[in-house]
């Protein structure tokens, strides 16, 4: 059975910390990991990575995926309180599908000014 | 930038009650799925489609669930006979791409269904 774990699980900072959140995965047939930030309602898409060592970078936000230790994980720099969110981690799993995702249980990120 | 929509946002129902949560997927997009979170849980996958019909489902996806694609931009799960346990957000999402590309799913703002 495929299977995302991400930690911390809660994480508190002040505005202006970085902070670093982990995905660690097993999955029979890895095609990708896929970075989700959750807040009230949706998850909203942040980054795909496919390929190790290569960085993704999105303003503050960056991943990187390690394929031979088998984890990605998620930098945010200099915090802000719209940071605040459930970050999830999830791998494509069973079949040829893109879309049947597993996901981890999530970081609870807390930004405090 | 387009949107996945859902409707209802939140849904109240007795126990024992059908309901049927609407969704329109992003226009151009080809596949269609389903997902669910209890409240406090991870998100998990119930079913997918494409081209008309289930690709895949999950075990949750039992003979109380089905989905329908009833014209070209609508994509609807009903739940024959609601549970307590059902009570969850269902979340709606699309993708495009071809059928082996790599392309992200698009999440809608879910529907919160409380079953009583």
């Known amino acids: 059975e495929d299977k995302v774990v991400q930690s911390p699980l809660s994480l508190v900072v002040h505005e202006g910390d970085t902070v670093t959140l982990n995905c660690s995965y097993e999955v029979t047939n890895f095609r990708s990991l896929l970075w989700y930030k959750q807040e009230k309602k949706a998850p909203t898409f942040l980054f795909m990575l496919t390929s190790s060592g290569i960085e993704k970078k999105s303003g503050r936000l960056s991943s990187i995926l390690d394929k031979k230790e088998l984890f990605s994980i998620l930098n945010i720099t200099a915090t802000q309180t719209g940071d605040s969110a459930i970050y999830l981690c999830a791998v494509p799993s069973g079949g040829t599908s893109y879309g049947k995702l597993t996901f981890g249980q999530g970081t609870i990120l807390t930004v405090h000014p | 930038e387009p949107e996945v929509t859902q409707t209802p946002s939140h849904q109240v129902t007795q126990m024992g009650q059908e309901v049927i949560l609407r969704c329109v997927p992003i226009s151009n997009h080809l596949y269609f799925y389903w997902y669910r979170q209890i409240l406090g849980q991870k998100v998990e996958f119930l079913v997918s489609?494409?081209?008309?019909?289930?690709?895949?489902k999950s075990e949750i996806f039992d003979d109380q669930f089905s989905v329908e694609r009833p014209d070209g931009s609508n994509f609807t799960l009903k739940i024959r006979s609601t549970k307590l346990e059902d009570s969850a957000m269902y979340f709606c999402?699309?993708?495009?791409?071809?059928?082996?590309?790599?392309?992200?799913?698009?999440f809608g703002n879910g529907t919160r269904l409380t079953v009583t």
């Open positions: 999402a699309s993708r495009g791409g071809q059928p082996v590309g790599n392309s992200p799913l698009h």
């Open positions: 489609f494409y081209n008309n019909e289930i690709s895949e």
